[in-house]
């Protein structure tokens, strides 16, 4: 339980870190997309004996780089190729996964079982999150600027090409970190609704990184104890509160929310400028 | 500001889209500092493609262009090479402020970290003063109007302590006040030796400011000063049919309305031209012969 909790903040600490980045961008889909196409590298991974992050971040980067490719050389656009993409990949996983023989449970992989996470794959999990997160917050004005403007970055010099697969890398192992707590379903949940938590309640890049973070945690940690309490589907009770606090913020966020908003409006009637 | 002026040179340069189509061809220019040149030419004549060829963004097929005599990669790794965008290149629900805006100028500067120093902080400082934009600073920038979104950017611009500055339709969507003061900005670093390249397609303000213009269509039609290139002659060859012309007839203007012209526009400035180059000018100086010549034919 206590191993549960840890992991499982730590999980939310990452994702919600690079949600920021995904939202800002428009890359929400390619987090969904990315989450689906790791489930062939998992089953290849299992099969020969490597451990699962390996195959699951080859898949997820394999997924975004064909993805563009795709688009680049076709008249399609890239919201369909990924949708192409990302079910032919989960497809292409299934078909496999029930060909193998194997005591992986399906349902762990998808939904995620994180009170039931072993010591090791614990302490796994904590270090590949911690250095995550600590490479996504040192590079965070990079991905900021080539997000924001390509242009820019490229009159610096700066590598934008690598920033962006550096991105994507990101992506994807936090993907694998995540599939223990939520599974590969509702991984998208903690890719985007921190974010946009974030972006509801500041116009300031690192407030927006922090409160997003740490609304992150704190739902994460009250939905494992809800779904302790209540037996419920952790995953499933995770991903419930970080919806209920974004409708919240959709609410009541001081400058962005709909309360905040229609005072602010009531504020320039009564006295226009 | 006194280091050895800047040269910029664009040398046979031809692009070529994916499809093969050539979008520039064999386009040829020489500028050195400080100087203010227009780049002017239709939509699709090449233009942005130019820029983007001088800012290393797509590469020549052949041709090349060099700052200082040295290749653009070079030349943007010492971040001489600045860049002011078009409005619709950037997403203003961004969560920046304008202060961060400006800082992104420096990061060229800065070490992996991307950790401000004193130094960084001044000079954003100085940027953002200079443009009048100091006292907007915590702003997030899609709550500014038109004209301080083009000063933030142009802050940008000057921490980043660029000397090659380009800027893509300047005066789009901003007021006369403001074009005015980016007008009076970019004299003052043509002044410290920059070259500052504008795309524009608002033909009024060129001869206003700019000492130098480049004509394009598809290829360089022609370059040089003002005075020279930017005659109504080589405007038809770069325009085409593109161009609308309304001739003041010697009966309207001279008997009819008691020699007054009036000419009422939109925000674009109109380009008049009279005999012998420009009738209005706002930078006389130097020119008082010309003056004297045509007070006498009157």
């Known amino acids: 339980m206590r191993d549960a909790l840890w992991v499982g903040m730590m999980v939310a600490a990452t994702c919600a870190m690079l949600s920021c980045f995904l939202v800002l961008r428009g890359w929400s889909l390619m987090g969904d997309a990315v989450s689906h196409a790791v489930l062939p590298g998992i089953v290849v991974a299992y099969g020969v004996g490597l451990p699962l992050a390996v195959g699951a971040f080859v898949a997820g980067l394999f997924c975004s780089i064909a993805t563009g490719f795709i688009q680049r050389n076709s008249r399609v656009k890239k919201d369909t190729v990924m949708g192409v993409v990302f079910t032919g990949m989960f497809a292409l996983g299934l078909v496999m996964f029930?060909?193998?023989?194997?005591?992986?449970?399906?349902?762990?992989?998808?939904?995620?079982?994180?009170?039931?996470?072993?010591?090791?794959?614990?302490?796994?999990?904590?270090?590949?999150?911690?250095?995550?997160?600590?490479?996504?917050?040192?590079?965070?004005?990079?991905?900021?600027?080539?997000?924001?403007?390509r242009g820019q970055a490229k009159v610096l010099a700066l590598p934008e090409r690598l920033l962006d697969y550096l991105l994507l890398s990101l992506l994807s192992l936090a993907i694998v970190v995540s599939l223990q707590a939520v599974g590969l379903i509702l991984v998208v949940a903690m890719l985007v609704t921190p974010g946009s938590v974030g972006l509801l309640w500041t116009d300031r890049f690192d407030r927006m990184l922090l409160i997003a973070v740490g609304s992150a945690v704190a739902s994460t940690a009250s939905g494992i104890l809800i779904s302790y309490h209540l037996d419920a589907s952790t995953g499933g009770c995770i991903v419930l509160v970080q919806a209920l606090v974004f409708c919240a913020s959709l609410a009541f966020a001081p400058k962005y929310g709909w309360l905040g908003r229609h005072m602010n409006r009531r504020k320039g009637k009564e006295n226009p400028v | 500001m006194t280091e050895a002026p800047f040269d910029l040179a664009v040398e046979g340069v031809s692009v070529a889209y994916a499809n093969g189509h050539l979008a520039l061809r064999d386009a040829s220019f020489h500028l050195s500092g400080g100087t203010i040149c227009a780049l002017v030419g239709v939509n699709g004549s090449g233009k942005s493609t130019l820029f983007k060829s001088i800012m290393g963004f797509v590469k020549p097929v052949s041709g090349h262009v060099t700052i200082n005599g040295a290749a653009v990669k070079v030349a943007l790794k010492r971040n001489v090479v600045a860049y002011v965008p078009q409005a619709e290149e950037v997403d203003w629900d961004f969560p920046v402020s304008v202060a961060d805006v400006?800082?992104?100028?420096?990061?060229?500067?800065?070490?992996?970290?991307?950790?401000?120093?004193?130094?960084?902080?001044?000079?954003?400082?100085?940027?953002?003063?200079?443009?009048?934009?100091?006292?907007?600073?915590?702003?997030?920038?899609?709550?500014?109007?038109?004209?301080?979104?083009?000063?933030?950017?142009?802050?940008?611009?000057?921490?980043?302590?660029?000397?090659?500055?380009?800027?893509?339709?300047?005066?789009?969507?901003?007021?006369?006040?403001?074009?005015?003061?980016?007008?009076?900005?970019?004299?003052?670093?043509?002044?410290?030796?920059?070259?500052?390249?504008?795309?524009?397609?608002?033909?009024?303000?060129?001869?206003?400011?700019?000492?130098?213009?480049?004509?394009?269509?598809?290829?360089?039609?022609?370059?040089?000063?003002?005075?020279?290139?930017?005659?109504?002659?080589?405007?038809?060859?770069?325009?085409?049919?593109?161009?609308?012309?309304?001739?003041?007839?010697?009966?309207?203007?001279?008997?009819?309305?008691?020699?007054?012209?009036?000419?009422?526009?939109?925000?674009?400035?109109?380009?008049?031209?009279?005999?012998?180059?420009?009738?209005?000018?706002?930078?006389?100086?130097?020119?008082?012969?010309?003056?004297?010549?045509?007070?006498?034919?009157?």
């Open chain 1, 98 to 149: 029930s060909r193998m023989e194997s005591d992986l449970h399906l349902d762990h992989i998808l939904l995620g079982n994180i009170l039931g996470i072993s010591r090791s794959q614990a302490l796994q999990t904590l270090i590949l999150g911690a250095v995550l997160l600590v490479v996504t917050w040192v590079k965070r004005r990079d991905l900021l600027l080539v997000s924001f403007d």
């Open chain 2, 102 to 298: 400006a800082m992104m100028g420096r990061y060229g500067r800065m070490n992996f970290l991307r950790i401000p120093s004193a130094t960084d902080k001044t000079k954003v400082e100085e940027a953002l003063r200079r443009v009048s934009m100091w006292d907007f600073r915590d702003r997030q920038i899609g709550e500014l109007s038109g004209g301080q979104k083009k000063r933030v950017f142009l802050a940008r611009a000057l921490a980043q302590e660029g000397r090659v500055i380009l800027l893509d339709e300047p005066f789009t969507g901003v007021d006369v006040k403001t074009e005015q003061a980016i007008i009076d900005l970019l004299r003052e670093l043509r002044a410290e030796g920059c070259i500052i390249l504008v795309s524009t397609h608002n033909l009024g303000s060129v001869p206003e400011f700019c000492d130098q213009v480049v004509l394009i269509n598809r290829t360089v039609l022609g370059y040089g000063p003002t005075s020279e290139v930017f005659t109504e002659d080589n405007l038809s060859k770069a325009f085409g049919g593109a161009l609308r012309h309304f001739h003041f007839e010697h009966s309207t203007v001279q008997d009819h309305d008691g020699r007054a012209i009036r000419v009422l526009t939109d925000d674009e400035r109109p380009l008049v031209f009279g005999k012998d180059g420009h009738l209005e000018y706002k930078d006389r100086e130097g020119r008082e012969d010309i003056l004297r010549q045509r007070e006498e034919e009157t």
